[in-house]
């Protein structure tokens, strides 16, 4: 493999190298405003590279596999005025099985990924010809192989499949935008699902119902639960924690949340968006619980944050980027989560999420799109409304899970994972 030449070359003069080659190949299809406007393949490669020199750090980055020489001259240049390297390549480990590959994706062309977006957008023009449809299909192969100078040989074959449709309708001055997409390592979606859902939330915006401000129960679509999320992922981030940054430094096997909540990282899940077996530092990966009845459970750490902190890496790379999040059920439906609510709101997405300081867990943002609960149904869509709260005192006042969960994938790249719906028990709304 052309890593393991690049850790030759590299340890004539390096004290230890590492090596990462990425080829991905994508087929690409994309509807808007009711046509196609896009159907197109591209093949790129990445190789990085990271050496270790008199105990400082150098990285180079090439898209020629034929630049061995200079790629591996330009990091030993970078590590003249490097940092300190605070850890120790890892060395071979036993990989987790994991499925990641579906040989059902490879014959799959543009020609026949036109027609799935094309139905989609079908059924919501069905639904709705006034919305201005829209719809995704990708398909992506990619081979990543590792090598380091410990000794770790490693390599994967991914293949993704990421649909979505959705659109625009505007009503005068209202404008709504409203979709649904998933996103795996197998082709069995079913498209017909996805357009269902996204048009689901058009008819639930169908009737624009106003709403007072006060605090009332909100219940977190799936995806809408970011809101709560965000502050917590990077609250875990080892980094942070290393740093003093983290609100929950301190806390390791303290109780954080209500006990109902149960939150853990899992890269082995078949097919699951950020499934693989080892991370970009040749660190192997393992399910690893994040809270546990409400109990904080670990942090996580690449190879440098573990060593300036004194803990073991745990197979999140270099950006410490969470893999499958997997969300334990709750013992409710949806429908009697609704069902029990006098008044309050049911939030799917966000406008400004993740601005000021999100990690000492406050947030105020706009509800881009919500929906009012009133005497236990789902009356229509709110506008100019805003949430504010505490994500972790959120994550102590949760009323319910829903037995029901959904894989959601996208949005912020740490993001991905098996959610249920979540009632918190109350939160600040602001209607304008």
């Not at 850890?87 to 799959?108: C, T």
């Not at 881009?368 to 005192?393: C, P, Q, S, T």
Request: net charge negative; hydrophobic share 40%.
């Amino acid at each position: 493999m052309i890593v393991e030449k690049i850790i030759q070359k590299a340890m004539e003069k390096a004290d230890a190298a590492q090596a990462v080659m990425s080829t991905q190949e994508t087929s690409a299809v994309d509807f808007e405003n009711d046509k196609l406007k896009s159907a197109v393949s591209s093949q790129r490669t990445n190789i990085h590279v990271k050496v270790v020199k008199d105990g400082k750090v150098g990285t180079s980055s090439t898209t020629d596999p034929a630049d061995i020489e200079g790629v591996v001259g330009r990091a030993l240049e970078a590590a003249e005025f490097g940092s300190k390297a605070n850890f120790e390549m890892p060395g071979p480990g036993e990989l987790n099985p994991v499925k990641i590959f579906d040989p059902e994706l490879l014959p799959l062309q543009k020609p026949e990924m036109i027609g799935m977006g094309q139905r989609m957008m079908d059924m919501i023009k069905a639904y709705n010809p006034e919305i201005l449809a829209g719809a995704g299909v990708n398909r992506t192969i990619t081979k990543i192989e590792f090598a380091n100078s410990k000794g770790a040989v490693y390599a994967e074959e991914h293949t993704n499949f990421d649909v979505g449709a959705g659109g625009q309708w505007t009503r005068g001055t209202d404008i709504l935008f409203a979709g649904h997409s998933v996103g795996q390592k197998k082709r069995e979606l079913d498209t017909e699902d996805v357009a269902a859902r996204a048009i689901e939330y058009f008819r639930m915006a169908e009737k624009i119902v106003p709403v007072e401000s006060k605090t009332m129960p909100v219940i977190f679509t799936p995806g809408g639960f970011i809101a709560v999320l965000l502050s917590l992922g990077l609250a875990l981030d080892g980094k942070n924690v290393f740093l003093g940054a983290s609100p929950l430094r301190d806390k390791l096997g303290q109780q954080i949340a209500h006990p109902s909540f149960t939150l853990i990282d899992d890269p082995t899940i078949d097919f699951g968006p950020n499934t693989s077996a080892f991370d970009n530092e040749g660190v192997v990966r393992k399910v690893m619980p994040l809270v546990e009845n409400g109990v904080l459970k670990n942090f996580i750490y690449d190879l440098d944050t573990a060593g300036r902190a004194g803990e073991h890496p745990t197979g999140h790379g270099t950006n410490r980027s969470l893999t499958n999040l997997v969300m334990s059920p709750g013992d409710k439906s949806f429908e009697e989560m609704v069902s029990g609510i006098e008044e309050g709101l049911m939030v799917h997405e966000f406008l400004g999420l993740g601005q000021g300081n999100p990690i000492n867990g406050e947030f105020s943002v706009n509800v881009f799109l919500g929906y009012k609960i009133e005497n236990g149904k789902i009356m229509g869509r709110v506008k100019d409304v805003m949430l504010a709260g505490n994500a972790y005192a959120a994550l102590k006042d949760i009323a319910a899970i829903s037995r029901e969960r959904e894989w959601i994938s996208g949005g912020y790249a740490w993001f991905s994972g098996l959610f249920p719906y979540v009632q918190v028990g109350r939160l600040n709304v602001t209607a304008k």
